[in-house]
Each structure stands twice: as C-alpha cells, then as structure tokens.
C-alpha cells in the first residue's frame, strides 16, 4: 500500500502513509489469506467498493456494546474499552441499564451482560481447543487472568492451547509438502487424561489439515 500511495504524495513518508490509510480508511483483506502453511503480505480493499455499499461512521456504541456483551459477557466497563478502545462507555452502559443484567465479582467489580447470555453451570467441561493467533478470546478483556494463567507469557502472536478453559501451552503448525506436524509446547505438566484429550485434538486437526 505504501508503494501505491507514494506516487501521489512524493513528500510524505511512504511507510506513514501506508499506516495512515490503514489506520483511517475503511478496508477489508483481499483473499487468499490465511492459508494453511503459507505466509503472505496482506493485500488490503477498498471496503465499501468490495460491499458495493457505503460504511456507516457512526455506528450506534450500544450496539457494539451489546454485540460485545453477546459473544464475551459476562464482563466488566475495562473489558469493553480494551476490545474496541472507545471511551465514554459509561453513559453507553447506563443508557442499556433495562437490557443487561449484572454480576459482582469476588473483589466487588460489576460485570455486565445481555439478558439472555448463554451462563453454563460452573461444572460444564470444557474441550481441549486449539485457538489461532491473536484470538479474541485471549485479546478479548482487560483482565485476562480469566483464560490467562497468572505468570504466563501472553501469547497474542502464538496459537493457544486450552485445557479446561484455561490457556495452557502453546502450539505451533508446520507444512512440508504433504507432511503435515503441529507442536505442542505445553506450560505445566499435563495429567493422563489431559495429554490424551489434547493429542486427540491435535490428531483431528491435522487431518482437517491435510484435507484443506
């Protein structure tokens, strides 16, 4: 994009002005991306010429918040403004006062959610799941001691192992022709039953992968 854009502004800094245009103008990543086993420079579009329809700028912030509060509630104000680092939420929240419903923390912090929010029995298992880089679930909250251990690395960059609901390793892809490996790099030293769960899963996912 940088190379595209400084032609047209041959004083400018061709690197601030590729930033400057993803940071301001509405844009959208051009396929292929993501590609198992191959890397990439982003190609980026014109978001409303690839949707054939402008992009609304003011969009409705107790709409985000809800939409937020669908997918991650329970969670406190702090959750919110980390995610989409939009400020004066406050007078947002009290404004949707009749349409969420609260919690308390142990420590007295309010938590925030929609009425009809999915609250599973605190006994629920949870699968081993392999989540990919900068996963919202580990960028989604303030406080990431929820899915975090305490005195973890925090892993935005890496693919996430979760056992039991909680982060805990990291795993790596690699392709080589047809051969197909992930590694797993556990944080703590994982029980039988544990280390079986997670091997399944990473067999599944490597077949899902060298049928992709």
Do not use: H
Request: with cysteine.
């Amino acid at each position: 994009m940088s190379r595209a854009l400084a032609p047209r502004w041959p004083d400018a800094d061709a690197d601030s002005l590729g930033y400057a245009a993803t940071f301001l103008l509405p844009l959208v990543q051009a396929p292929p991306r993501a590609v198992w086993g191959k890397t990439a420079s982003a190609k980026w579009l014109n978001a409303e010429t690839t949707l054939g329809a402008p992009v609304e700028w003011d969009a409705d912030p107790g709409e985000v918040l809800l939409r937020y509060l669908r997918a991650f509630g329970p969670a406190a104000p702090k959750d919110v403004r980390a995610w989409c680092y939009r400020t004066g939420l406050r007078e947002v929240i009290d404004g949707l006062r009749s349409q969420l419903r609260t919690f308390r923390t142990e420590e007295g912090v309010e938590l925030l959610d929609v009425e009809d929010g999915l609250f599973p029995d605190p006994d629920t298992p949870a699968p081993v799941r392999f989540l990919p880089e900068y996963d919202n679930a580990t960028l989604g909250f303030a406080d990431r001691s929820r899915i975090l251990p305490p005195g973890t690395e925090r892993p935005f960059w890496k693919g996430t192992v979760l056992v039991d609901g909680f982060a805990a390793g990291t795993w790596r892809f690699d392709r080589d022709g047809d051969e197909v490996t992930i590694e797993v790099n556990p944080w703590r030293k994982l029980t039988r039953s544990e280390r079986a769960e997670v091997d399944a899963e990473e067999a599944a996912l490597v077949d899902f992968a060298r049928s992709a």
